[in-house]
């Protein structure tokens, strides 16, 4: 269908231009040409996990994406194939703002972010806030950043992965800041200004490049 379609080219940023980003972002880009901005089907599931993610490791926000899907997702229908280990689909924006405070927190998610979800999980299911594909970048991050327990690294974030946005620049990340050889986020962020509008590739390319031991990137000649 066209929708699956749409959504795999979204997955998968099949519509980058590689060609485009790398005459910007020079040397950062030439050991790793093609590298996409991974996406996703669907943005508020990609919010939720972008949320779920803070001030934790990556392992412990998966296990709690899992246990808010057992809990509040809606079930695979049983008389329908599906994929191997599929048993619930992601709860909707409604499920999740509709369910008690009290039932997320025994999920082991914080306070703050109990806040956060139910409070971006309203705005979504009351069409306050759009985080598909054709959502204005400028005006959901303000209004991703008005929502309580949603920092501009956060907003930054979810306009990168659910928006592909491409100038996105999730500032004061610390791995950034690192794999840069910065000392501050202002550091940081001046740095990157040589990449506009590609700075989101750029982000994708400095976290490749921590993942991979390489030296802080101001440091190289």
């Known amino acids: 269908p066209p929708a699956v379609l749409a959504g795999v080219r979204r997955l998968c940023d099949l519509g980058a231009d590689p060609v485009a980003v790398a005459q910007v972002l020079g040397p950062l880009a030439a050991d790793a040409p093609g590298l996409r901005v991974p996406g996703g089907f669907d943005g508020f599931e990609l919010a939720v996990r972008a949320v779920l993610g803070q001030q934790v490791t990556v392992r412990a926000a998966h296990t709690l994406a899992g246990r808010l899907v057992a809990a509040l997702g809606e079930p695979a229908p049983a008389d329908r194939p599906s994929l191997p280990g599929l048993t619930h689909f992601f709860p909707s924006a409604a499920r999740v703002a509709d369910a008690p405070a009290d039932e997320l927190g025994r999920l082991g998610i914080v306070r703050q972010r109990v806040a956060a979800l139910q409070a971006l999980a309203r705005s979504v299911a009351q069409g306050q806030l759009d985080l598909g594909p054709s959502a204005d970048v400028t005006g959901t991050i303000d209004r991703l950043k008005a929502l309580p327990g949603i920092g501009p690294w956060t907003a930054q974030y979810i306009a990168l ?35 506009r509008p590609w700075r989101g590739y750029a982000t994708l390319h400095l976290w490749r490049r921590m993942a991979e031991g390489a030296p802080p990137w101001k440091d190289l000649p």
Do not use: C, H, M
Request: glycine share 6%.
């Open 161 to 195: 992965r659910a928006l592909a946005w491409p100038d996105a620049w999730p500032s004061g990340d610390v791995a950034l800041i690192k794999a840069l050889g910065a000392t501050s986020a202002r550091q940081a962020d001046a740095l990157a200004e040589a990449w």
